[in-house]
């Protein structure tokens, strides 16, 4: 390796402390030395006579050194202080002033691009627009400060804006697009801003690179950032609200941005061009940031915009603010929206696929078989429609809406006449187990239906997934109820019907909410504003809470009943009853126990009576009472 | 302000009136006197200042009856002797001229007391002693604590049929009518069911011959060990259990656990998993009533336990047998009132007095952590 035979130490008041030390080097570099802002006022009395300058100084010392380039001709390396962090990274250098004097001694400088701003020098990044939390690690010094800017860049989510922009690059070619913001960067390693932009750049390639942010929603600019966090590389696909743009020559225009904004420190005002200052910079780096910039010169322009609304589209965009959730056209999602709008549609497979699962449910809720009653379950055609009514409340799709409301309810007829015709060609047989379990709905039932429609909706939104359908179908269960409905209809008992038809609804609204909700959360939502859809769904829901909430009440009660008498033991005339096993059906105002009862000796009726006012004194409901007695021997 | 909000923070605050039931008792100048008697020192003294404890939070939270009569206490301590005991209750009765007498004295004390209660003739409410022979040997007595003939069937049937367990053993202090009485009945009615008992051991035994004892009790296989002792004994009972190694149930009698923390015990690993019979557990549902006197005692820093709870509850029931007595309310009057008392509302439950005995739930719990969780209650 071939050191310098001489060179200028130019230092401040903290570089002072390095001198001695660089003094004597190991190297036999001849070290003349200089204030810095003597050296500034008159450089004349060192350049050119000495071509290699080490600057012991701070940030604004170093732009100012740089400058001089304008005139001279020299070389330029680095003794930064420890606190110069953004320095040290940038250049790979450490905090080992041995290592950084080696580096800096060494005759191995080499160029670097510069980027102007309308002549002004773009130290680490040109911003306009909003941009939130993009590079922040150049600027905080403390954690208080990184604090600080973190709230900053949150209150900025807020206030994202989508504004219009026309680009234009050195071979004219012309961009329109829209986008929160657009920001120059010099290469910083390891800040968040050079982990995103790992994709081919270098700063020796003679290109400007422009990015373009263009989140159609506050969750997407948030799941890019996660991205960039989480998955920084070369070579990652570029996320989708980016875009990248490289020219040695790049001019900007913005719709309503009037400056673009220096380092965070001064502005110039738009129109701007940025571009490759012909004054080269030769420096001395560490090894790492020479491997990372190691590419050459080209001429050839890159632009990366797919991902970027289109002039046809720009308009939709311009919003005030950027919603929270995204919104997507048709054209972006039309297969699924395709599949949506079919889905909606009643045909002939759906009226017998209907009738098909209700009667195999009819009779497996009669026969008292859970396989059967799975099995109609995977068979019924209900979950399609709903998913179809939901995107259509989400996208204020009258004819979606339509079309799935008659599909759902035409399903819901054929299901209670079916049911019924068959509990009324069968009025000798009792209500079974099976259908018990689905004429009492409460709080619980709607959360099932919240979870399987959002997994109905994300299902659908990727085919790769969508065998995953089957299981939201058992999970929530559609048609049962309704066949349970039906039976009570063609039985005359209308305690069933309601408690059954209710658990449907509760599903069906369930359903439809939670769908709503994750599409939109997963960006599907219209650019038309469907405000009175989610007011549709939302008074269903609260129609439907209500009963449930009273319902789920009534559970917890008979839940603490329960385990009240399970815990209760009773001493009747001095014969010890113990309660082995307790149910608790609530009908309309009274509560009926089922007690299984163990004792040593006979109960007589004075002794039951005895124990039902025991029980009766504990509780506040009307109690009935049925026991079985097993004895003790 | 419009009408309308006028209209709506007037129903407001009517309703918030309407709320709040307790109105106040306007005193009537009347004195009702209530003498306290209990061992505030000697060998009992912890009983009987619990329950001084609880007696005096009773009458901070309920100062006048429901007449407006303000209820004042005389307290005397026995010094643990069933013979000043004795004397003390004269003097109350004849030179204090109390109404009625709150005991707050062990069983032994207040069987010792039975002939002058009944020459006296004055109401009296045991509020600890258990013994089954207090309200069947006078009229005068009403009894706020399970007695022992009811916990030690309770006891039994839980072992035999509950914990189905069949080689038990009783360990009594045969010293005490208390522990000897529950000891006895306990083996009555577990041999009833069909038990059969494997020993009695009794707690004067020297600590080696006690070890002597439970090794063999070990050895026989023993599952269960009824206890029916407190104090320092109880204590050895358990370091015994643990050195040797015995994972037999401990099925214990009312104010075990606390005496087992009064006589040093803090190791709550040697507690766990016990078996108490209780008038209260600590996980039951609170009243209105518990969550005054929880108050009470935070406010007050005051540390109540079983004993402080049953004194308590004395005081309701006076209160509860005052508010139907009449006005001139004789001591005949108010002593029938108080044995044959329909329903009060207690710390935890409802409770009632039928010929002095009093009907409540009895606990079975289960500690864990120092604490009584309800396993079963019986009715």
Redesign the interface.
Known sequence: MEYKKRVICVWDDNGRQYLEKLKANAFDTEIVDCEASLFLNHPEKFLPDIEHIIAAVGRDLILQLVRLRDHWDFTLAFLPNSSQRTLIKMMDLSTDLDHNIDIALRDDAKAIDLISCNGALVELKATIGTIPLIGLSGHAHTPWEFLKDIRLGLAQFFKMHLQQFEIETANGKKIKTAASGVFVFEHGRQSTLSRMMQYDHSRRDNQVMLIIVSPFSVVEYMRFLFAVIISPGKGEKIPDAIGVIKSREITVRASSSKEVVLDERSSVGLPVTFKIMDQKLKVNAGPKFWEENSKQSSDKETIKIDNLPDEKEMKRYLHSHIPFFSYASEDRFKELFLSLRKDAETNMHYIVLMLLSTLLATIGLFSNSSAVVIGAMLLAPLMAPIVSFAMGMLRADERMIEYSLMKITVGIGLALLASAGVALLLPELALTDEMRARINPNLLDMGIAVFSGMAAAYSKSFKEIAQSLAGVAIAVALVPPLSVAGIGLGQGNMDVFYGAFLLFFTNLVGISLAATLTFQILGFSSVVKSRKSMLIVSALLIATVFPLYFSYRKIIESYHLEKFIQ?????VN?K?V?IKEVSVVDRDDVTLLDLTL?V?EALDRHDLEMLKQ?LQ??VEEKLFIRAEVEY?L | MTDIYKLIVLVFMLVLTGCESNSPIAPSGKVIKIGVLGPLSGESASIGRKALEGLQAAQAIHPLSAGGERIELIVRDDESSAQKAGELFHELVTVEKVDAVVLSSTSDSVLNMMEVINKQRIPVIVAIASHESITTGSPYISRVCMNNI?QS??AA?FIH??LLLEKVAIFYNAKTAYSSSLADSFKEEYEK?GGELTAKVTSDLSLMALRAALLGLKRDGVEALYVSVKGARSVDLLRLRKELDWDVVIIGSDGMLGSLKEHGLKDNGSVEGLFVMENYADDSVATKEEVRLKHYAKRNKVELNTHSLLAYESHLLLLAALEECSEECSSDELNTLLRDHKVFTGLND?ISVIAGEVQRPIFINHVHKGKMF??????
């Open positions: 815990q209760s033991r009773f001493l001095d010890y113990i163990s040593r025991r004194e504990q003790i | 009811q069937r309770v049937y049929d509950e069911i409802k309800m396993h079963l209650k019986v009715y």
